[in-house]
C-alpha cells in the first residue's frame, strides 16, 4: 500500500486508505494474481464511462421524426385569415382535401376545399371576442368591466348555472358542487350591486350560455335557413364572460391553482363549441403545463382527504382524455405523455358519490355519475393506443416503400389494414366491460353500440343525465372507430381491386357513421335530450363527411343505398339544429351540394353503362336500388340542383366521366394533392369494387 497522505480527518484518511486499497487490488488483478480475485470481487466498480459519461453510441438526434416517413397531412386555411394551418391525417380537414381533389378532377372544374367546410364562427370572426367581420385589426371586446347590458343579472345567472349540473357537470366532472355553491354565494353581497369577478363562475356561465341559447329558435328560423353567423349566435354566446375569464387568468399564470386549470378546461370547451379549433388546441397546451405546474400526473398523497384526491385524478384524465381527442381529431402531436403520469385512474364508486356533495343520484347497484366519466377516459385510452400504433404501423410502411403513397401500393395499403383489424380488438375489450346500465336498451333484439341499426329503447324513467351519459358514451364510440377505419376509403383505382382488406375497413368505416346518424336523427326527432349540444353536432358533421366519401369512392356496393339513405338523415338531422344555431345550416347546405354532385356523378355513370363487367354483375341491382327513385331513400330530393350542376358543366360530353375516372388520384398518396395519369380511360378500370 502507498503511503498515506499528512493532515486528513480522519474521515477523509479511511476514504483515502480504501482509495488505495482499492488501486492495489486493481493492480494484482492486471497482474492475473488469483490470491485476490475473490477478495476484489466485491469491489468491483461499473465502469467510468457509464457512470460519468453517455454511451459511445448515443444519438441526440435517435428519436428524430425524419429517420421515418411518416403521414405528413395537409396544410390549409380554416379560419377567417388566409393563414394555412397544418392538419395530420386523421383529420376531417385532410379527408375534405381528399374529397375536394376527387370532385375536381372528376368534374373537370376546380373545387376549393373551402366550399366544403363549414361556415363557422372563425371563418366570420378573427376570434370569439371580436366586435365585427371587417378585418384582423379590428377592435375586441373591450377589457374594462362592465358593459351595461353585456352581463346577466342574478336571477339570469342562476338560469343558466342550473343548465350546468344537468349538462357539463355529468360529463367533465371536475368541480366539486359545493364548492363552487359556496363559492358562487360568496360573491355577492349588497343587493342591486353586481357581483364580484370570478374567472371560474364567468367562464362556467359562458358554456352554459352556449347550450341554453341554442334551444332558443333563431329569429330566421321560419325563414330560409341562414348560415352566416352573426353576434348572436349560439355558438359565441356567452363570449363577454369569457373574455373577462381570460383576462382574470392572465394574473395567475405564475402561480396557478386547481381553479386555473378548471378554467383552462372550460376555456378549451367553450372554444370547441365555438369552432376556434386552433385556440383550443392551444389552451389545451397551456391546461397540460398547467397540470404539470400543480403535479397533477402524480399519484396524489395519501393524507389528502379522498375528495381531493380524487378531484385531482379526475382533473388529470379528464384533461388527458380531452386533449387525445382533440390531438386525434385535428392529426397533431400530444402534449400529454402517459409515460409521464403515475396518477391511478379516479374511483366511481358509491361512497366517493356520498362524499362529493353533488344531488345527482345513483342509478341501479353499479354505476354512479362518476361512471361515465371513467368509461369515457378508458374508451379514450383505447382509441388512442390504436391511433398510435397504427399510425406507427404506416410510417414504418412508408420508410421501406420506395417512397409510394399507401393508396398507390395496395400490398402495403393491405398490411397496414390488417394490422388495424387486429388492433380495434382493444376498443372489443373497452366495450366488453361497459356496465349494461350504460348502455342504451334497443328494440327488438338490437344491440348496443353495434353497427346493426337497430332503434333506441327510450327508457322514460331514467334520470336525464344517465340518458345523456349513455348516448354519448356511444357517439364517441362510433365517431372514434369510424376515425380509424376512415384511412381506408380509398378514391385510387389502383387500391380498389384487389384489397379485399382495405375495403372491409372502408365498410366498417361507413357502418359506424350510418349508426352514430341513426342515433342522432331518432334522438332529435323523438327526444330533447341531444337538443343544444353541439359536439354532437360536430361528431355528425364528421360522419356525414364519411358517408359522402364513402359513395363517392364506392358508388357500387350494397352498403352505398344505406350510406346515401343516411345522409338524408344527416341533413335532417343538421335542419333540426339549424333552427338554433347557424354553422348546422350551413352544413345542411353543403351536404346537399356535394350529394347533388355525388348524385350526377353517379347517374351519369349509370347512363353511360352499355354492358356491365363481370365484376359489375353481381352490384348492378344495388346501383339500380340506388338511383331509383320509386324506393324511400329520397335520393332525387336534390333533383333541383341536378340541372344547375348540368349548366355548370356544359361544356362536358355524355362520355367525359370515363375520362376523368381514368385517373388515379395521389390525393390518396400521403405528402400531395396532384393528380397523375394512370394510363387508363376504361370507365371499369376504376369503378369496379370487389364484393362486400
Known sequence: MGPVKCGLFPMQLEIEQLRL?????????????????????????????????????????????GNRKHWEGIHTSTAQSHQTQCYGPSSSFYFIGRMSSYLGLALHQPHSDHHMQLNSASRSFASPTSLGRSNPEEKLIPTDIPIIGDYLTG??????????WQSFHCTLPILDEVEFREHYKSLWGTPRIPRKQSALVDIVLAICMQYGIAFIPRSDANA?????????????AGRWFYRRCQMLLTSELESPSIITLQCHIFSVIYLCIASFQNM????????????????????????????????????????????????????RPWSAQISQATCKLPAEDHDLVLLSGSNLASFGGSVTWLTYNLQDIKLVLAARAIYVAFYDKCADVLSVNDGKGLYNDPKSLESCADFLLSSMKCLQTWLDDVPDALKTKRKGAGEPFSTDRSALEIELFAPLWLQRQRLLLELLYHNLAMNLYRPFISFSPESSSCTPLAEKNAISCVNHAIALTHIMHQMLTETDIMSGWHEAFQWQWNATLSLIGFILA??????????????????GVFENFGNNFAVAASAASVTRDLTAKADFLIDRFRNSLTMPTPSFSNNVDALLTYNNPDQNNNNFENAGLVPQIEEDFSAMNQNALAGSIGLAFTVDSFNSFEPFWAGSGSMSDTWTFSQD
Open 554 to 571: 364506392y358508388p357500387v356496393t350494397s352498403s352505398t343505398p344505406s350510406a346515401r339513405k343516411a345522409i338524408n338523415s344527416a341533413i
Open 155 to 164: 336571477t339570469q345567472e342562476d338560469y343558466f348555472l342550473g343548465l350546468f
Open 21 to 65: 486499497r482499492v488501486q492495489e487490488l486493481e493492480e494484482q488483478l492486471e497482474n492475473n494474481d488469483p490470491s485476490i480475485k475473490d477478495s476484489v470481487a466485491p469491489l468491483q466498480r461499473p465502469p467510468a464511462s457509464s457512470a460519468a459519461s453517455p454511451p459511445a453510441n448515443l444519438d441526440p438526434l435517435g428519436d428524430h421524426g
Open 280 to 331: 383550443a388546441h392551444s389552451t389545451l397546451a397551456l391546461a397540460v403545463r398547467t397540470a404539470y405546474i400543480l403535479g397533477l400526473h402524480l399519484e396524489p398523497p395519501k393524507d389528502m382527504p379522498r375528495t381531493q384526491r380524487e378531484l385531482r385524478k379526475r382533473l388529470w384524465w379528464t384533461l388527458y382524455a380531452v386533449e387525445s381527442k382533440t390531438c386525434m381529431k385535428l392529426g
Open 224 to 236: 330560409e335557413p341562414k348560415a352566416d353567423v352573426d353576434s348572436n349566435d349560439a355558438t359565441i
